[in-house]
């Protein structure tokens, strides 16, 4: 048995193959995206009845609705007829139900089926038992998230979890009051890369210095190549001279009141497996979610959210937004610059990770097990 033998100091990534190959892709959106919880919508944007969503969770396109009783329902976006897509637009409002435009079958707002052409003809179809497929729901932090999985891994486990993880308890996202803040800006990005490219650039800060001048200005500890992220319950530090989280340092908003003592003047920054990154600051919070649509393009739908009363009195974010807008922009193009890489002949077998980024090859192990392979570092070790 021969092995490939590394510095102690550099562990290996995923091989190329693994951000290029579109089977390899199928396989990550049946067994992670369409198996586990997935952020898909700011429940405040279905403020009413009849307001939906369309999204595509791995393979599949969902429809996401408020009904009359005013919860929120999730239904796979296929109408029991004759298949075709229900709801073809991303988003907008019925009056009372979902009519697809092939057959007129009709859906109410609780997936039942409602009216049809001739159905007072078929007494032996079920209302229900023909009605829209349901999809699993919860509300958390005020966005609405769905598993399409027959039997959904517990919510506190595998999101609340990935949250304690990193913070070290759940209380410390509590004092955000993330479920009551209002979006002050939404940005939407489309990236020409894999998805695993983008969540491995924003757990690692190697790079900062390199590509990020505005955000190591507010936060030097930045510059040294150690994401917070790699400690946990630590958040980064603003430099001494820096007033708020915005792109000159200047003075921020207002301060969100249930944020601590401990974790005013810092950066927190979270991953919730596989599609949700969460920024926290002492004035706002920046919610990031995924949309893998491809093995090479990945949508990235950035919110940032305020007080209320900042966003309703019209007070200029545009210092803070522009901050994490200027990040974003400079982490996708790195990660665009990376994706042609991966189908180099040189990278056939991966790259390597230092020590500030070796938490990250516990990432690429999550994925490999996930996939029901053995994790990438025993195959590239030759064990």
């Not at 959106?29 to 009845?49: G, H, K, S, Y």
């Not at 992220?229 to 430099?239: D, K, L, P």
């Not at 249930?258 to 919070?285: M, W």
Request: proline share 5%; charged share 25%; hydrophobic share 35%.
């Amino acid at each position: 048995m021969t092995s490939t033998s590394l510095p102690d100091s550099l562990i290996a990534t995923l091989p190329g193959v693994s951000y290029t190959d579109p089977g390899i892709f199928a396989q990550e959106q049946e067994r992670i995206f369409e198996t586990m919880w997935f952020c898909v919508a700011r429940a405040a944007d279905l403020a009413t009845p009849g307001a939906f969503r369309t999204v595509d969770v791995g393979r599949e396109s969902i429809l996401v609705t408020r009904a009359r009783d005013q919860s929120i329902r999730a239904y796979f976006n296929v109408c029991r007829h004759r298949g075709a897509r229900l709801c073809t637009e991303e988003s907008g409002e019925v009056k009372r139900a979902f009519q697809c435009p092939y057959h007129a079958w009709t859906y109410d707002l609780n997936g039942k089926l409602v009216a049809a052409p001739n159905l007072t003809k078929m007494p032996d179809v079920g209302r229900t038992e023909y009605g829209l497929v349901s999809v699993a729901t919860r509300e958390w932090l005020g966005y609405v998230w769905v598993c399409l999985a027959e039997n959904p891994p517990p919510f506190e486990e595998e999101v609340i979890g990935d949250v304690v993880g990193r913070l070290g308890d759940v209380e410390s996202i509590e004092r955000y009051d993330i479920d009551r803040l209002s979006v002050g800006r939404r940005i939407v990005y489309d990236v020409r890369a894999n998805w695993k490219l983008i969540i491995e650039n924003f757990m690692e800060c190697y790079h900062c210095a390199t590509i990020h001048p505005e955000l190591t200005e507010v936060l030097p500890e930045f510059a040294d190549g150690y994401a917070a992220q790699f400690y946990v319950g630590h958040g980064a530090e603003f430099g001494e001279e820096v007033q708020g989280f915005t792109v000159d340092g200047s003075e921020g908003l207002d301060r969100i009141p249930g944020v601590s003592q401990e974790q005013d003047r810092r950066y927190y920054a979270i991953t919730v497996r596989p599609q949700v990154f969460i920024n926290l600051v002492p004035d706002h919070v920046i919610f990031h979610r995924m949309y893998p649509l491809a093995v090479d393009r990945t949508v990235v739908e950035c919110d940032w959210l305020y007080l209320p009363h900042v966003v309703d009195g019209g007070k200029d974010v545009s210092r803070s937004v522009e901050l994490f807008d200027r990040v974003n922009r400079q982490d996708f193009e790195a990660c665009e610059r990376t994706q042609p890489g991966m189908s180099s002949r040189l990278y056939a077998k991966g790259g390597v990770l230092v020590p500030s980024e070796h938490h990250i090859g516990a990432f690429h192990d999550w994925v490999t097990e996930r996939l029901g392979a053995r994790p990438q570092q025993e195959r590239h070790m030759g064990v």
